[in-house]
């Protein structure tokens, strides 16, 4: 398995996509670490994403809270579409830490419009310098490609 970390050191680098009339994205301004554990497994049950599915409700809310993550949801038609969450870092450094679609929203460019949201959204916080993220060989194949189209460059490809 290769592990992809890429990264965006300026916001001119940044390609966007337009977000689709029928996509709506919304910031999940009250913590409830209930539905953040809702989502990691609704959106990354495909994709094998196991390493938090057993946490109990306390440990997602210590995680929200000790990683300052943001996340937001993207609907379509009143249906979960997808979701990402934002972790601000030390030095200016902000990672998308989980991004992704349900399946069946997959496939429409849905993908492309809520990376450019993610993107955005990173960028706004006023201390960000460096925005990052890493994906897998075990992601949607289209994943590494999405993250390269909007501006995101390889820095580090790890083997396993």
């Known amino acids: 398995?290769?592990?992809?970390?890429?990264?965006?050191?300026?916001?001119?680098?940044?390609?966007?996509?337009?977000?689709?009339?029928?996509?709506?994205?919304?910031?999940?301004?009250?913590?409830?670490?209930?539905?953040?554990?809702?989502?990691?497994?609704?959106?990354?049950?495909?994709?094998?994403?196991?390493?938090?599915?057993?946490?109990?409700?306390?440990?997602?809310?210590?995680?929200?809270?000790?990683?300052?993550?943001?996340?937001?949801?993207?609907?379509?038609?009143?249906?979960?579409?997808?979701?990402?969450e934002l972790s601000q870092q030390s030095e200016g450094n902000v990672e998308i830490a989980y991004f992704g679609l349900t399946a069946q929203f997959i496939g429409h460019g849905y993908g492309k419009a809520l990376l450019s949201h993610a993107i955005e959204s990173a960028w706004a916080i006023?201390?960000?310098?460096?925005?990052?993220?890493?994906?897998c060989d075990l992601d949607h194949p289209s994943a590494l490609q999405n993250y390269q189209s909007r501006g995101f460059e390889i820095y580090n490809i790890v083997s396993e």
């Open 1 to 84: 398995m290769k592990t992809y970390y890429l990264e965006m050191q300026s916001k001119n680098n940044f390609i966007p996509s337009a977000l689709s009339n029928n996509l709506s994205i919304i910031e999940v301004e009250a913590l409830q670490p209930e539905f953040n554990q809702f989502l990691y497994s609704f959106v990354g049950k495909p994709w094998d994403w196991t390493d938090k599915l057993t946490w109990p409700v306390e440990q997602w809310q210590s995680h929200l809270t000790d990683n300052h993550i943001r996340t937001w949801v993207a609907y379509v038609k009143g249906a979960i579409a997808g979701y990402y």
């Open 126 to 135: 006023d201390s960000t310098k460096r925005l990052w993220v890493h994906t």
